[in-house]
């Protein structure tokens, strides 16, 4: 059979051929807009016991097109469908089949072709520009993504592969596709112009230590700013924005890595009276020690006694054994993959390793209450979960913050017309 699959007989062939497990990469119409306000051009299949990789036209300018009905029904078939990118993919596939073989500490970045970056150079804000690009270089595209990850499809899977594609890109791919509503005219003048009245964050989860990045178009979800008025441009479509942060979180964890529990609720509080200074100095004394080390006069506090301790086992087991297993997640950080590192940086990297996977617990556990719910969930935010509330769910959001109680986790709450909450 040909590769080119652009009518309905070549697509029951494929519907009929048996194939359990392939590697699957999707064309959209244009790369640079978000998959969840993009469409499907074009449709990389490539059956591991096949001696060539298929491509599945849905639109494009010089083919026919297949019936996306017929589409989902060869998708459905597939037990594996291993991929680049799940997170992205879930956008256009919901499969329960897809399987990325692309996880971190590892980031592939997508290649292009010449024909690609000509196109690209002159006609980027075109929203069909994909349409226009020859499908033969989409195709060369496609079999190079696929030579360059082939190999991973065989390489054994880690529990953090598992965890991986089970959690973390079902998290944040139900994150993206809830979006923020706009005030448009705010947006507009802060950040850049839109079409609608909502945006959609872009999580990049390929990262070194696995904590995610939250960057589109330009903007930093991640880390807007909080003094310049920005944050007005984000309103709800319910009722209200309500947000979630949890306090002390990282000197939280860091507790249960060295099993010691505050005499106190507000933790920040308890050091301020060992520190005997102001409570905003407190927070600076603490964080400091925790990301740069413990300073000798503090070494006498109990807790950093023991943090102390952890970070210099930590690095004589990465020194001796050439890596660490985080826990939750069962990330492993290895000594011949990482540069310049030194005891704090290594447990820094552990830290956010652990924010990550706890918080992707709590996000499955908030996602799986929100179904069926108005109340979404629009922004996630390190410590911070914004919530787009409608005020009638109020027992809904005794429930969230009851997920937050379950994982031993004080919390604070803000609650506003805007993100700006004044």
């Known amino acids: 059979m040909y590769w080119l699959v652009e009518e309905d007989k070549q697509l029951e ?36 016991n096949a001696i060539k990789g298929f491509m599945v036209c849905v639109t494009h300018s010089e ?7 017929l589409l989902n029904a060869l998708i459905s078939k597939f037990d594996v469908l291993y991929c680049r990118d799940k997170k992205e993919i879930l956008h256009y596939f919901p499969s329960k089949a897809l399987y990325d073989i692309n996880t971190p500490p590892h980031p592939y ?11 690209y150079n002159k006609h980027r804000e075109n929203p069909n520009i994909n ?53 448009n005219d705010t947006f507009e003048g802060y950040f850049h112009p839109v079409s609608g009245e909502y945006v959609h964050t872009q999580f990049n989860l390929k990262t070194l230590t696995t904590r995610p990045s939250n960057k589109f178009k330009g903007v930093n979800y991640a ?22 942060d949890i ?28 520190y005997g200074v102001s409570y905003g100095k407190s927070k600076e004394l603490t964080f400091k020690q925790l990301y740069g080390g413990v300073f000798d006069n503090y070494k006498h506090i109990e807790f950093f006694s023991k943090i102390d301790i952890y970070v210099r086992e930590l690095w004589d087991k ?17 000594k011949e993959t990482l540069e310049n590192m030194n005891p704090q940086k290594l447990f820094n990297y552990l830290l956010q390793n652990l924010e990550t ?66």
């Open 13 to 48: 062939y494929l519907l009929n051929s048996g194939y359990k497990e392939a590697f699957i990469e999707v064309i959209p119409l244009n790369d640079q807009v978000h998959p969840n306000n993009n469409k499907i051009s074009l449709v990389y299949l490539r059956p591991l």
């Open 63 to 69: 083919t026919f097109s297949v019936d996306i009905t």
């Open 109 to 119: 970045i997508r290649p292009t072709t010449r024909a690609h970056d000509v196109m």
């Open 131 to 183: 349409l226009f690009i020859p499908v033969v270089k989409h195709y060369e595209l496609c079999e190079t993504i696929f030579e360059n990850l082939k190999a991973n499809i065989n390489i054994k899977k880690t529990d953090y592969d598992k965890f991986f594609n089970s959690r973390v890109s079902v998290v944040f791919n139900a994150i993206e596709r809830n979006g923020i509503r706009i005030h």
């Open 223 to 244: 880390a807007l700013n909080k003094e310049n008025g920005c944050r007005k441009a984000f309103i709800p479509s319910n009722d209200s924005l309500y947000e979630i």
């Open 247 to 274: 306090s002390a979180f990282h000197p939280s964890l860091s507790c249960r890595l060295v099993n010691y529990s505050f005499p106190s609720v507000d933790i920040h509080s308890h050091l301020q009276q060992l």
């Open 318 to 334: 990465f020194q001796s054994e050439g890596e660490i297993t985080c826990p939750v997640s069962n990330f492993v950080y290895k």
């Open 357 to 422: 996977s706890t918080n992707v617990r709590i996000l499955w556990d908030v996602l799986c209450l929100l179904k069926g719910r108005k109340t979404k969930l629009v922004l996630y935010t390190y410590d911070s979960f914004l919530f787009d509330w409608d005020e009638k769910e109020e027992e809904l959001m005794v429930q969230i913050k009851d997920i937050f109680k379950k994982y031993k986790f004080n919390i604070k709450t803000k609650q506003g017309y805007d993100y700006d909450f004044r």
